[in-house]
């Protein structure tokens, strides 16, 4: 019988005792046993297996794979707690990677959370199940897997400048792409283009609670299903789109051109239309042919360019970024307590990172409802997040993590494009997302800590930024 095995048999033996009053605190969890050693040296195959082992014992039963592995009596006993807990462990966080959504940062980052706070397991569940709590040697036991220091690192980063181009040809592909991004005839009706909804001097965003495409047949702009995420900083996604329906930024580009909403095409073979068009401009077709010889106008060669741009679109030197690089005074006061708190609540975890975000799909309404607290009435497109493209039940409600940087000038916030203010996009987070209530003085420092968040393009912050900036 596995060491997981022993674990739940113990776990439903250990509880139903303490329901029936049966005397079981002289059954520990079998984790007990396994951890009375002293861990052995970081970075040891001893450290690894006494680690997962220890993991196995006291996260599995919830965090595992499997998600049958509460005992049947004991759930009716404690009216369905048991399986609300396993329920909630699977949406927090599982112990078997799945970089399909999430990043292993962040998993690491979740870990180093729960390793500072020890707010987990739950107390409800420590009761019914006695030896389940993490001890000081359970702690130095998963530190030798997940240091502090590789969790800090993980945590920030800085954002770099682009790197200058690798030769004359790349050069060409980025001032193709600009050239493209701005350019309004990848549209049916010549008039929206990519910069249309991700405007460079709105945050990357147009600022929109949903952005407007082609008319419709009633003569008005259609309106996109969920809020436009913003533009910049987003190469190093997960995957793109809030419910990750395309792999990356080349792919992202060829969805609007496609989009009989967004940009008025339907079919594929359309592409043959907007490559058409596009011939038609003899500036074009020397720069298609410097950036990709005789391979033509065609849809990859259209979506790469604009991808290639896409990755200049780096915004460094913010307040943060500064602070971080040394300069203690780029920071206020208030935003340097944001930071701290930011970092209480729990914030860093998930937009953790350079960009601040976008390394993993995370549920929605996990001690809240977003939909009750940032959600229009008979709001339904793009409602189920990483569902929509998957199809699987487990993701529902899972939303790729917004970025943070230059979060302050990209209003309206969430999917739904409901929360105007970021005061409020900030506690209304921490409502669904955060253990501990939100204080009016927690919100307004985390709120002074975002908006330090702001950087600029090519030397000029984003605040700043004028269309002549940002013209091709």
């Known amino acids: 019988m596995n060491i997981k095995t022993l674990s739940k048999y ?18 520990l969890h079998l984790a007990a046993a396994i951890t009375t050693q002293a861990a052995p040296p970081a970075g040891t195959p001893e450290a690894k297996a006494q680690a997962e082992a220890s993991m196995q014992a006291k996260c599995a039963a919830c965090h595992g794979a499997a998600t049958d592995t509460y ?43 729960v390793l500072i706070r020890r707010h987990m397991p739950p107390l409800a569940y420590r009761v019914m199940h006695p030896g389940t709590g993490l001890t000081e040697q359970d702690v130095a036991t998963l530190r030798s897997l997940y ?42 009706t010549n008039a929206v283009a990519c910069a249309s909804c991700h405007d460079l001097t709105k945050g990357g965003t147009d600022n929109l609670a949903k952005s407007e495409g082609v008319p419709g047949a009633d003569g008005k702009p259609q309106l996109g299903g969920v809020n436009a995420p913003t533009v910049y900083n987003t190469e190093t996604n997960i995957r793109q789109f809030w419910d990750g329906r395309a792999a990356d930024l080349k792919e992202q580009a060829g969805g609007p051109p496609l989009n009989p909403v967004e940009m008025g095409y339907a079919h594929p073979e359309d592409w043959n239309k907007i490559a058409a068009k596009l011939a038609q401009s003899p500036e074009l077709t020397v720069i298609f042919a410097a950036a990709f010889g005789d391979k033509g106008i065609t849809a990859d060669t259209i979506t790469e360019a604009i991808a290639a741009y896409e990755k200049t679109l780096r915004t460094p030197d913010s307040a943060f970024d500064r602070y971080q690089q040394g300069d203690k005074a780029a920071l206020s006061e208030a935003a340097i307590a944001g930071k701290a708190a930011f970092e209480q609540q729990g914030c860093a975890t998930c937009h953790s990172g350079p960009t601040m975000g976008g390394q993993s799909f995370e549920y929605i309404n996990t001690y809240a409802n977003l939909r009750d607290l940032a959600t229009p009435p008979n709001y339904t497109e793009g409602a189920y997040g990483l569902a929509d493209f998957t199809k699987k039940e487990a993701h529902k409600d899972m939303f790729r993590v917004p970025l943070l940087r230059n979060v302050a000038l990209t209003a309206p916030y969430f999917h739904t494009g409901s929360v105007n203010k970021l005061e409020d996009a900030v506690r209304i987070m921490i409502q669904t997302q955060g253990k501990e209530a939100p204080t009016d003085e927690a919100v307004q420092n985390i709120t002074a800590f975002l908006q330090a968040q702001t950087g600029k393009l090519n030397g000029k912050s984003l605040d700043a930024l004028t269309p002549e900036d940002v013209k091709p």
Do not use: H
Not at 10 to 27: E, F, M, N
């Open 71 to 113: 005992n049947p009596l004991l759930n009716i006993l404690s009216f369905g707690m048991m399986q609300r807990d396993v329920e909630a462990g699977q949406r927090s966080f599982c112990i078997v990677p799945d970089a399909s959504v999430r990043a292993s940062a962040v998993d690491l980052l979740k870990m180093d959370q």
């Open 10 to 27: 113990a776990i439903g033996a250990g509880a139903i005792g303490a329901i029936l009053g049966g005397g079981t605190l002289g059954l």
């Open 147 to 188: 240091s502090t220091e590789a969790a800090d690192a993980a945590r920030y980063g800085i954002i770099s400048p682009a790197p200058e181009p690798a030769d004359a040809q790349e050069a060409a592909k980025i001032q193709l792409g600009k050239l493209l991004y701005n350019d309004a005839r990848l549209s049916t």
